[in-house]
């Protein structure tokens, strides 16, 4: 069982920096795909950024050149740096774990982009 606790989120101005973490514990972390989530009601929630477990990463266009999505496999975190954040990125964010046998969800850090 893994489990998964998100921590960064804020209210910043638009332009302004944030950094998300989500550390881990339980199960063999380097072996997850990982991936950030971000929600808005009304919406579904949508992939922003992943990291696999061969290291390959993805990003959504929208904050391509933005976001940054690394990891510390010696600390069990996954990070998500944001960047010139925009009203638009005002959401819910998710770190999402994933492996053949299922996925596990953090509880959501909230992040308000607004004068």
């Known amino acids: 069982q893994v489990q998964l606790a998100e921590s960064g989120g804020g209210s910043v101005q638009p332009g302004g920096s944030l950094k998300l973490s989500c550390v881990a514990s339980?199960?063999?972390?380097?072996?997850?795909?990982m991936a950030w989530y971000r929600h808005v009601p009304e919406k579904e929630r949508e992939l922003v950024a992943q990291i696999l477990s061969s290291g390959t990463i993805n990003y959504i266009d929208d904050v391509k050149g933005r976001f940054t999505i690394s990891k510390d496999n010696a600390a069990s975190t996954v990070y998500l740096q944001m960047n010139s954040l925009k009203p638009e990125d005002t959401a819910v964010y998710y770190c999402?774990?994933?492996?053949?046998?299922?996925?596990?969800w953090g509880q959501g850090t909230q992040v308000t982009v607004s004068e």
């Open positions: 339980g199960g063999y972390f380097a072996a997850y795909d």
């Open positions: 999402n774990f994933k492996r053949w046998f299922g996925e596990y």
